[in-house]
C-alpha cells in the first residue's frame, strides 16, 4: 500500500517534529505501507487560523493525489474546546462535501512542546548526554511548555541554544512512542487519528 501524506500545522518548527512522529506511528502500524513524498502544500494561514480554511486545502491536496490530510493545532491553555469542535465541523464538511481524504488531527495540550518533554531520556539524550534525566512534571499541565522546553534546553546546552528547531528531527526520532502516549493523552488521541485513517483507507 502507498501512501501519501500532506501536513496543516501551525508553525515551521512543528514541520521539524508531527511529520517524523506521523511516520513513526504509521512504520509501528503497519510496516509494509510505502510513504511517498508528501505534499509540499501549506496552509496560507499563520498559527491555528488555517483551521477554518481546511476544506479548501484539503480539496487542493487532492489534486495532489494525498490520502491523509494531518492537521496540528495547539490548545494554548484556554482554547481547547474552541478548537476541537473547529476542527471536528472542519472534518464534517470535508466529509459532507465527499473530499476524498481523510484527516488525522490532533490537539496538543496546552502546546506542542508539552510532547517534547514527555520523554525526559530523549531530550537529555540529544543535548547532553552527560547528564542525568530529571523527571519532569506531567506535561499537559504545563500552562506554557514552550518556556520550560526553553529553559531546559537553555540550561543543558549552557547558554549556547534555548530553541529545539536546529535538533528537530533528532528529537523526534528519539522519542519513545510509548512513553509520550501515555504521558500526554492528546498524543495518543492524534495517533488513533492517525490509524483510524489507516483503516478506512484499507477498508476503502
Known amino acids: 500500500m502507498n501512501l501519501k501524506l500532506g501536513y ?10 508531527i511529520p517524523v512522529l506521523t511516520e513513526r506511528i504509521i512504520e509501528k502500524y503497519d510496516n509494509s505501507i510505502t510513504l511517498e513524498k508528501p505534499s509540499k502544500r501549506r496552509p496560507r494561514q499563520k498559527g491555528n487560523g488555517f483551521i477554518k480554511h481546511l476544506p479548501k486545502l484539503a480539496k487542493n491536496l487532492v489534486d495532489d493525489d494525498v490520502d491523509i490530510l494531518v492537521a ?11 478548537r476541537r469542535k473547529l476542527l471536528s465541523e472542519v472534518k464534517e464538511k470535508c466529509s459532507g462535501d465527499n473530499i476524498a481524504l481523510c484527516i488525522a488531527d490532533g490537539l496538543a495540550i496546552n502546546a506542542l512542546e508539552a510532547w517534547l518533554l514527555a520523554d525526559e531520556n530523549a531530550l537529555f539524550k540529544i543535548y547532553d548526554g552527560s547528564l542525568s534525566p530529571q523527571k519532569t512534571k506531567d506535561p499537559e499541565k504545563e500552562p506554557n511548555p514552550k518556556e520550560v522546553l526553553s ?14 528547531t536546529s535538533r528537530a528531527n533528532e528529537l523526534a ?6 512513553i509520550l502516549k501515555d504521558r500526554c493523552g492528546s498524543f495518543g488521541a492524534f495517533a488513533t487519528n492517525i490509524i483510524n485513517c489507516l483503516k478506512k483507507l484499507k477498508r476503502d
Open 72 to 82: 496540528v493545532v495547539d490548545a494554548d491553555v484556554k482554547y481547547g474546546s474552541e
Open 151 to 164: 529553559k531546559i534546553i537553555l540550561k543543558l546546552t549552557e547558554g549556547i541554544e534555548s530553541s529545539y
Open 8 to 17: 496543516a500545522l501551525e508553525g515551521n518548527s512543528d514541520y521539524g517534529i
Open 173 to 178: 526520532n528519539e522519542i519513545d512512542l510509548q
